[in-house]
């Protein structure tokens, strides 16, 4: 086999490497745009594929392309699908506005492996052409949008059920950890009495929620602009082209897929991106939020808070022995951050739109495929080797909490927050127990102190009573 051949395109001659499925503009664009060691995230292949394997099917039905020709695209389509072909694609993420590089690098995929399946040679466009039958009733400017939320909706399935498993998880800790009592804080100060379930829980309740936004904020992306063609016209598109595409789409995916209300909209808007991206921010704002408190909560062992040890998973220094550090917090950490990060790419990108598109939606395909993928895999890592195995240290809490003068507060009811502040300073003052001064001061008698300042009942709403 030669090592290249020579392909065509509307700007003349170029040479293909001559085992590449991909054709002369993909060529072009990998010439191009050298600028990452990234390209497309396997989704959103697979997105593109299932939209090439619609048009297709659709196209054939209502007689605008061969059957053959159509059975074998759908073909080439459904092995990609199933992450065949994956070292085709090739292009950059960082490449032409619009996404131009990456729609055509599939089209040449699919017509040249479509074309193998018939017989015939690659490179043999008069057959199959990539423009004329793969990308037919199709532009850049339908495809890459659909591309991107049929993408969304694939790979969020994954997120969404890691983040239920979370969930479950901090509730199982929530239920474990309901019997330990803890001095709770507030501006990292001594605080009222709470139990550590009850933090958990909390946590549980920020991950339920964060959830939820998610689910519901998928729910758009089922709306979907294909067969709006080059600018939202439908021009070059057979009129019932867009709800059977629509309706063949949902059957592939199993996904709610509908026509847009206003394709016009579909192709200019890039809103649905921003607002998926920033429900996956609010939950990595309240995720990272969670693990600066189990990494200060695990803090010590022995100079820091230590009501918690989380489980140790590796060495923690080069120099220190037998150090161990709460590395899975901390890679949640970033994840968070960089995640954050990825949400103002987004948002950038969704401003930039002109008229009737925005180019720069290969960026936002890439930001939110990182921010999916990260999300997912530091969320498995984090329940796997952190979560399930988190154990409480219920003589830190009980320490703490018998020490913590945030119990004088169950005192405001029966002496008064003035008189109650006093006892609170002395105590802090002299070292003495709140126990001692308010005997001391003839407040109250030795079993109203210790039926009144009894933690547990003061982690559940009620007013102490002399």
């Known amino acids: 086999m030669p090592e290249f051949r020579k392909e065509k395109d509307s700007l003349g001659e170029i040479k293909v490497p001559a085992e590449a499925y991909y054709g002369a503009q993909t060529q072009r664009a990998v010439d191009n745009f050298h600028v990452s060691r990234h390209t497309a995230h396997p989704g959103f292949i697979w997105a593109g594929a299932v939209i090439k394997r619609a048009a297709a099917k659709v196209n054939a039905d209502l007689g605008l392309l061969p059957k053959d020709h159509a059975d074998a695209i759908q073909q ?37 492996r479509a074309l193998e399946i018939l017989g015939k040679p690659r490179g043999d466009y008069d057959t ?15 495809v890459i949008p659909t591309s991107l939320r049929i993408f969304a909706l694939k790979e969020s399935v994954a997120l969404l059920d890691i983040l239920d498993d979370v969930e479950k998880g901090f509730r ?20 009222v009495p709470i139990r550590l379930g009850q933090e958990f829980g909390a946590y549980a309740e920020a991950i339920k929620r964060g959830c939820e936004k998610i689910a519901q904020i998928r729910e758009p992306l089922n709306e979907i602009g294909l067969g709006g063609s080059a600018a939202g016209t439908g021009l070059n598109v057979h ?27 579909a192709m200019q808007s890039l809103a649905p991106f921003v607002d998926f991206s920033a429900a996956l921010r609010n939950l990595a704002i309240e995720l990272s939020r969670i693990m600066n408190d189990l990494r200060l909560l695990s803090s010590g062992p ?31 950490n970033m994840v968070c951050f960089s995640l954050i990060g990825f949400h103002e790419s987004i948002a950038w990108a969704a401003a930039a739109g002109q008229l009737e598109l925005n180019v720069m ?56 927050y003035a008189s109650a502040a006093e006892v609170a300073k002395e105590a802090q003052a002299s070292g003495r127990s709140i126990k001692e001064i308010i ?27 002399k």
């Not at 995916?253 to 206003?262: C, E, L, M, S, V």
């Not at 030795?446 to 933690?455: A, F, G, H, N, V």
Request: hydrophobic content about 40%; glycine content about 8%; charged content about 20%.
């Open 76 to 112: 080439a389509a459904a092995e990609i699908m199933d992450g065949g072909l994956a070292d085709q694609f090739v292009v950059d993420v960082y490449q032409a506005g619009a996404g131009t590089s990456h729609n055509m690098n599939l089209n040449e995929v699919i017509a040249n």
């Open 128 to 142: 199959i052409h990539p423009n004329d039958h793969v990308n037919m009733s199709q532009s850049t400017n339908d």
């Open 172 to 191: 199982a800790k929530s239920e474990e950890f309901d019997h330990i009592l803890k001095s709770a804080r507030t501006h990292l100060q001594d605080a």
């Open 239 to 265: 009129p019932k082209y867009r709800q059977r595409v629509a309706d063949t789409l949902a059957e592939i995916t199993g996904f709610p897929i509908k026509p847009a209300n206003d394709y016009f909209w």
């Open 302 to 332: 022995t100079t820091g808070l230590s009501e918690i040890a989380l489980p140790p998973v590796q060495p923690g220094s080069s120099i220190m022995p037998g150090k161990v550090n709460p590395v899975m917090a901390e890679m949640m």
């Open 361 to 416: 939606m290969p960026l936002v395909g890439y930001a939110m495929g990182e921010q999916i993928t990260i999300m997912t895999g530091g969320l498995r890592a984090f329940l796997e080797k952190c979560l399930r195995d988190i154990k409480p240290n219920e003589d830190s809490c009980r320490t703490y909490l018998e020490k913590s003068l945030g119990l004088v507060t169950a005192l405001n009811p029966i002496i008064g």
């Open 439 to 465: 005997l001391e001061k003839g407040y109250l008698n030795e079993d109203q102190i210790t039926e009144i300042l009894d933690p547990g009942p003061l982690t559940e709403p009620g007013i102490p009573k």
